[in-house]
């Protein structure tokens, strides 16, 4: 008789590695891995301390966010209806620069809450005390992978400064939290980061054997900005940096020419499709069939909630296939398992986790969510991968499971205390915005 830890039994199972769905399935678990993926008679030899009867549920692999601004939970419902240099420069910037430490670390655990209950277990996070997401991501037990800010904007010591801090967070938190957490470089965009500094933190992510995480073709204007001053499109001017030549998880690419993509396909760039945002701030959209036609693994991203409102994955999948299908006026484009695997197996692939998450698969992490089907929207059950992505939305999740821990069962947080943390982040957003 073997035994687990934790045995999930009479449950649908999509694995998203390319194997067939599952009905009436069974996973065990023993300390942080998946140890059997199967049909449920097969697992009557497995015995465990915490058996858990999933009947009506579905147990898939835990969404992965990758691009967020995790703290930006207090900024949430501010400077609504604004377009994006506005919004930044007239709202968001003033604020940031009031947070303290103590401010990060709230928000980003009210945004650990939130994508806990709505299925993500893992998120690329880049912002500033960086090292307050981290000690949130250790307390609640998820996943993460985190860098630290660099904005220069034309301040030469102000970068230098943020390089170092970002340059220090990425060396002593690589590993944090058991592994739960690791790290990549931040700067901010080519439009707030000179060509020196960019090339000073490319050679940094090579000594360090860490990728980097930037914003790239946001906005048109900031693209026109960036071909007035290098002659070049903003794609071109990193590649004649080199800047590409490590790993780079570039978020948004909008507005971009052949060439670009072609550039972006040559040196394996990962690219953030982030919807939501992209449409609330009126910019625009990423053009994923050119891009995935090309080879670029493109994954998905929420943004952070003072532009998006949300870290629902759930929402953000369907806005995804929604918003490509009207691109590209074709109801077949960007198919409802193509926008699983951008949340699931591209997104542990972009943030270099491809061989330990993303699937469920024995000898991999065990990050498992499982969705509660017996609502009434959830209803009938003809096609599983269009009702996650079209029906399923993220209080739908039952049980999230990371690292082999369960951090929610029954919808109630094990590991987090919900209401302290709600109200702690409520006091803390007030008093940011009054100080």
């Not at 690589?174 to 965009?189: F, Q």
């Not at 490590?246 to 909008?254: I, T």
Request: proline share 3%; glycine share 8%; aromatic share 6%.
């Amino acid at each position: 008789m073997e035994k687990a830890d934790i045995l999930i039994y009479g449950c649908s199972i999509l694995p998203m590695n390319g194997k067939s769905f599952i009905q009436n399935g069974s996973l065990a678990i023993k300390d942080d891995k998946i140890i059997f993926v199967g049909k449920h008679p097969s697992a009557n030899n497995i015995r465990a301390e915490n058996e858990i009867d999933a009947k009506e549920k579905l147990a898939m692999p835990g969404l992965i966010n990758c691009h967020t601004h995790v703290p930006m939970t207090l900024f949430r419902g501010l400077a609504e209806d604004q377009p994006l240099e506005t919004w930044l420069k007239n709202t968001i910037w003033p604020l940031e620069a009031k947070l303290k430490p103590e401010d990060v670390y709230v928000g980003a655990l009210l945004g650990c809450l939130e994508m806990i209950k709505s299925g993500t277990t893992c998120f690329a996070d880049m912002y500033f005390h960086e090292n307050m997401v981290a000690k949130a991501v250790e307390k609640c037990g998820m996943r993460g992978v985190l860098a630290e800010g660099i904005i220069e904007a034309g301040n030469t010591m102000l970068g230098k400064k943020m390089l170092k801090e970002s340059t220090s967070f990425a060396k002593s938190f690589n590993g944090y939290a058991n592994g739960r957490v690791t790290t990549l470089l931040g700067p901010h965009a080519a439009y707030t980061c000179s060509p020196e500094l960019l090339i000073r933190i490319n050679n940094e992510s090579s000594k360090l054997d860490v990728g980097v995480h930037i914003h790239l073709a946001e906005s048109k204007e900031m693209f026109s900005e960036i071909e007035k001053r290098c002659r070049s499109s903003e794609v071109e001017f990193l590649d004649k940096i080199d800047f590409f030549k490590g790993h780079v998880l570039a978020a948004h690419c909008m507005n971009l020419s052949g060439k670009d993509m072609q550039i972006l396909s040559r040196n394996g760039v990962d690219v953030t499709y982030v919807p939501v945002a992209n449409m609330k701030l009126g910019l625009g959209a990423t053009r994923v069939k050119d891009l995935t036609d090309l080879g670029v693994n493109v994954v998905l991203g929420t943004d952070g909630p003072a532009s998006n409102n949300t870290f629902d994955m759930f929402e953000t999948m369907k806005i995804a296939t929604l918003l490509q299908k009207l691109v590209y006026l074709s109801p077949n484009v960007l198919t409802v398992y193509e926008v699983l695997r951008m949340a699931t197996v591209n997104g542990a692939k972009a943030l270099g986790l491809g061989k330990s998450i993303g699937s469920l698969d024995v000898g991999k992490k065990a990050d498992i969510i499982l969705i509660d089907l017996s609502k009434p929207h959830l209803k009938p059950l003809h096609d599983f991968c269009a009702n996650i992505v079209y029906s399923t939305r993220g209080n739908d999740v039952d049980t999230v499971i990371v690292d082999g821990k369960i951090l929610m069962q029954n919808r109630q947080v094990k590991t987090l205390d919900e209401q302290t943390i709600i109200a702690k982040a409520e006091e803390t957003a007030f008093r940011l915005i009054s100080r």
